[in-house]
């Protein structure tokens, strides 16, 4: 029997927070066994330990966290899993420390995690470099096409632009500013990237 101390209910003891915090997991659908120790351990001794935060609900309130990242990371490594074999092989082709392939690379990781698709990449280039870039980026679109490749799709850079004449030159909702900037895409199982890159223009 679990005891109640004001509104808030506790387990009695150790044994008793780990036998409900089984079964509630059971219920839930999370594999208790393969929660962290020392995480399974916080858990147990929130739900017995009498503190203003603590509690039984407290305790299911971190499983129930638990089984959300549990669920993110297996979303995570089907993502991964889903486009590694072709994109994989394009950042091999490219390079993995050559600008086009860092940058593939980085797309790829941004695919798995569903981060934001649009982001600034790198900490600049100057025309030149982002030129050369350039026509790496749209080799590795061929290269995508001539494999037969499906999952990543459309490799286009554009042009570098002048975003402040543009009216563009705020970032996001902050205060920082650009003015050149070039901007790369790639589309993968159907999500388009778009990564910016700050251009150093000579003084």
Known sequence: MTKMIGHVEYA?????????????SDEI????GVIPPTKWA???RIAHTESDKNG???????????????????RVAARKAAIEGQG???VKAAGAKTLAGSLLA????????ANNPSFTFGSGMTEADYSAFQTEWNDLGELAEERGYDQLTDFYALDIQNKAALGKQQVGDTLASREWQG?????????????????????
Request: hydrophobic share 40%; with cysteine.
């Open 183 to 203: 901007n790369a895409f790639v589309t993968i199982l159907g999500a388009q990237f778009n990564a910016h890159i700050d251009i150093k223009k000579k003084k």
């Open 88 to 90: 994989d092989s394009l």
């Open 42 to 44: 916080s858990s147990v």
């Open 29 to 32: 659908g999370l594999p208790w």
């Open 56 to 74: 039984l609900a407290a305790a299911k309130k971190t499983l129930d966290g638990d089984l959300m990242d549990q669920r993110r990371a297996e």
């Open 12 to 24: 009695n003891d150790e044994k008793e927070a780990t036998e409900l915090l089984i079964a509630y």
């Open 106 to 113: 980085q797309c790829q990781h941004h695919y798995a995690q």
